[in-house]
C-alpha cells in the first residue's frame, strides 16, 4: 500500500553532514507518522527521530538530540534526516519506516509501530 525509498546515504568525514530523504509512493495520502531507524553491525535496529503526521510532533534519540533533524514535506511525500557533526558511530543502515492508519496519534517510538519500511541506504562516517 505505501512504498518507502531512501537516498542521500554515503561516506563522510566526522563532523560532516549528510541529508537522508524518504520518498513515499502508493497510499501517501494515507502516511502517518514516520520514523527514520538505523542499525549498525552486529547491533539492533534503533530508533533515531520520528516525526508525526502533521510535523507537528518530533522526537529524537539522545545520541543525535541538536546534531539530527527530521521534517517532511507532505506535499512532495517526503520525510528528510538532516545529519550534522557526524560521528564514527552514527555508521549504520539508515530505514525509514511509516504508519498508515489514522488512528495513531503524535509520533510513534516502536519498531512494531510501523508497517511499511523502506529498503535502508548505508552511512559511513570515518574518523
Known amino acids: 500500500q505505501v512504498q518507502l525509498v531512501e537516498t542521500g546515504g554515503g561516506l563522510a568525514q566526522a563532523g560532516g553532514s549528510l541529508r537522508l530523504s524518504c520518498a513515499a509512493s502508493?497510499?501517501?495520502?494515507?502516511?502517518?507518522?514516520v520514523g527514520w531507524f538505523r542499525q549498525a553491525p552486529g547491533k539492533e535496529r534503533e530508533l533515531v527521530a520520528a516525526?508525526?503526521?502533521?510535523?507537528?510532533?518530533?522526537y529524537y534519540a539522545d545520541s543525535v538530540k541538536g546534531r539530527f533533524t527530521i521534517s517532511r514535506d507532505n506535499a512532495e511525500n517526503t520525510v528528510d534526516l538532516q545529519m550534522n557533526s557526524l560521528k564514527p558511530e552514527d555508521t549504520a543502515v539508515y530505514y525509514c519506516?511509516?504508519?498508515?492508519?489514522?488512528?495513531?496519534?503524535?509520533?510513534?517510538?516502536?519498531?512494531?509501530?510501523?508497517?511499511?519500511w523502506g529498503q535502508g541506504t548505508q552511512v559511513t562516517v570515518s574518523s
Open positions: 519506516a511509516a504508519q498508515i492508519t489514522p488512528s495513531y496519534i503524535g509520533v510513534l517510538l516502536r519498531i512494531n509501530d510501523y508497517p511499511y
Open positions: 502508493g497510499r501517501t495520502s494515507s502516511t502517518n507518522a
Open positions: 516525526i508525526s503526521r502533521t510535523g507537528g510532533s518530533v
